[in-house]
């Protein structure tokens, strides 16, 4: 069945993050907090410690106007002074104590014991993000920059590569490649829908070099009778997941790039990158990782 309506084919799309297309949600209910976590993680490390920084800006701000509404509330803090203020509040919530400025009243009292729990729970939770952050699993895999199309065996095979850029291994590593396009019922129905493309191989127990995945474009192909006019139609994406087992870590890791139809170059094949020398040592040039060269047999 269909997984999306389509829109109109044939426009040329702008490209979003992984080369995927920019998709605005409209009408989606509103996030609730159990997904500030979620959010976070997902954030750049800017925007990250930008949300942090910010937020505990804000909070010493609303403390020290707090302290500031009972003049005389903080001993040893200059009269009328907000940056006094300020700095008792960020030594309050950081449980600093230089003791050079104190609560002198009650209601300086209650503030430093809400503040002084804030603190603690704020400190722990920041910590916390900041290490979920970090380590969370990654997969640095590059992908080539086109699929070609080319013969192999005389059967006409859409190939893109793959590479494990760190100096590791990514154990029982799998591929998944999907075509995603327009299609039209006999009812006249338009459909986005996805279609499996079958893989020649699609595990590798080490991915620790380069990797050529490749799909026979055979008759039951969903590529079967796609012209080259037909791929340049940016209504055609296909996506390539790569998932394993990352062998320093343990954990399990994944990468994805977005393919578009105009990124399909028929009759090309892949530079070799590849090279053997002395004492078994195997040399991967990545500077000819993009490269192709047309071939005489061109496959459509």
């Not at 008759?219 to 037909?230: F, H, I, N, R």
Request: hydrophobic residues 45%; contains cysteine.
């Amino acid at each position: 069945m269909a997984d999306s309506a389509a829109g109109r084919p044939g426009r040329a799309r702008r490209r979003g993050r992984n080369g995927g297309p920019i998709v605005r949600r409209i009408g989606v209910p509103r996030e609730s907090w159990r997904d500030v976590y979620h959010s976070l993680l997902t954030r750049s490390w800017g925007a990250f410690f930008g949300i942090v920084i910010s937020l505990y800006l804000a909070l010493n701000l609303i403390f020290a106007l707090l302290y500031a509404l009972q003049p005389g509330s903080v001993a040893g803090a200059r009269p009328g002074s907000a940056l006094d203020d300020f700095f008792f509040s960020v030594e309050t919530m950081a449980t600093i104590g230089y003791g050079v400025m104190h609560p002198a009243t009650l209601y300086a009292h209650w503030l430093v014991t809400f503040e002084a729990l804030l603190g603690i729970l704020f400190v722990p939770l920041a910590t916390g993000l900041i290490i979920a952050k970090f380590t969370l699993p990654t997969a640095r895999v590059l992908f080539s920059r086109n699929l070609v199309i080319t013969p192999v065996d005389g059967v006409p095979t859409l190939m893109f590569r793959i590479a494990n850029i760190r100096a590791n291994q990514i154990v029982e590593a799998h591929v998944n490649l999907t075509l995603a396009r327009t299609v039209t019922t006999r009812e006249g129905t338009r459909f986005r829908r996805l279609f499996d493309l079958t893989l020649q191989r699609h595990t590798n127990p080490q991915f620790a070099l380069s990797w050529t995945v490749m799909h026979p474009i055979g008759p039951e192909s969903p590529c079967a009778g796609l012209t080259e006019a037909a791929w340049r139609d940016d209504d055609i994406i296909i996506l390539a997941v790569v998932t394993g087992l990352d062998a320093t870590t343990s954990t399990t890791v994944h990468a994805r790039h977005v393919y578009h139809g105009a990124d399909v170059l028929s009759g090309h094949q892949f530079e070799d990158i590849l090279s053997w020398h002395e004492a078994g040592e195997v040399h991967v040039d990545y500077r000819r990782f993009h490269a192709t060269r047309a071939v005489t047999a061109a496959a459509s």
